[in-house]
């Protein structure tokens, strides 16, 4: 009976450990869940506050890109600003050492001061002259323009020769007392009054073939007036008084240099040099020896 009661009484204890054992299990459970969700509810407002400041972040990058773009964009500015400074101070610069005069248009009224002489004067070789043994000299920077105008008309097979070119005012005068003596004072209008500045520049030339020799007005039916028509433009002449100007009497012969880029132009629209404004004639003084 004892035993019977021992055993009973030991299950009743069985039981009541199982249920503390199960209860003590279920509240570790409980307290484990609820760590658990605790944690997990700590840990989604930590990602959530490291995803805010990840997008600030790149909003903060996008800003300084755009910042920096800003800056280049800025710089680039400055740096096209200072080139296209230094640029035009190159330009003002050529500009101010290019005589003025070179492109300058005369007239009975408006002519080169006596006292001008050209920066630089080169001898002519006598090969390009119609008279060998005289001293022929041209604005030295005109020369290989020049030379090389007179080659290609020779290898072109025709003949040009320098009849005049560079003339000091005191040769000009001298020439224009012998023209006097010679043709009364018609002189005034024939050779001497407006094309002489532009001898004195050192950069008009008057031309002549062998045959046509110092009888000018036979220049006008010459192969060498037609080849200069349609070539001296590329070497930079132009026909300073042309057929029916109302600027000066006709002068096949007399040609001026004015650059190639303005020759070039007036080539193309038939136009001669006195016919333009001389305000527009000076915009192509910087270029005249390019
Ligand atoms: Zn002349």
């Known amino acids: 009976m004892i035993k019977i009661a021992e055993w009973l ?5 069985r039981q009541t450990i ?6 003590i299990a279920v509240l570790i459970l409980g307290y484990g869940t609820l760590e658990y969700y605790k944690i997990q509810k700590e840990l989604g407002s930590h990602i959530d506050g490291l995803s805010m400041s990840l997008a600030s972040l790149d909003q903060k990058n996008i800003e300084l890109k755009n910042t920096l773009t800003a800056e280049r964009l800025k710089n680039d500015f400055f ?12 330009r003002l610069q ?3 050492e290019t005589d003025k005069e070179l492109l300058q248009k005369y007239s009975k009224v408006y002519f080169l001061n006596e006292n001008y002489t050209p920066d630089n004067l080169s001898v002519i070789n006598e090969q390009y002259l119609y008279e060998k043994n005289r001293n022929h000299q041209v604005h030295s920077q ?6 090389e105008l007179l080659d290609t008309a020779k290898i072109d097979g025709i003949a040009i020769q320098i009849i005049s070119s560079f003339r000091s005012f005191g040769e000009q005068s001298s020439l224009k007392n012998e023209y006097a003596v010679q043709y009364g004072s018609g002189a ?7 094309g002489y500045s532009e001898h004195q520049l050192g950069t008009a030339l008057d031309f002549t073939t062998p045959k046509t020799g110092t009888t000018f007005s036979k220049f006008k039916e010459t192969d060498a007036y037609k080849w200069l028509l349609n070539n001296a433009y590329k070497f930079g002449f132009t026909l300073s008084y042309p057929e029916g100007n109302t600027f000066y009497q006709f002068e096949p012969w007399h040609w001026r240099f004015v650059g190639t880029t303005l020759s070039a132009r007036l080539h193309e629209e038939n136009k001669f040099f006195y016919d333009l404004e001389q305000r527009d004639i000076d915009s192509y003084l910087i270029s005249i020896f390019n």
């Open 9 to 13: 009484h030991k299950g009743k204890n």
């Open 18 to 23: 199982s249920i503390i054992i199960i209860f």
């Open 79 to 90: 740096e096209n600003q200072i080139n296209g400074i230094s640029s035009t101070v190159n």
């Open 94 to 96: 050529k500009l101010s």
């Open 142 to 147: 005109v020369l290989p323009y020049l030379t």
């Open 188 to 194: 005034n209008t024939f050779s001497a009054d407006q």
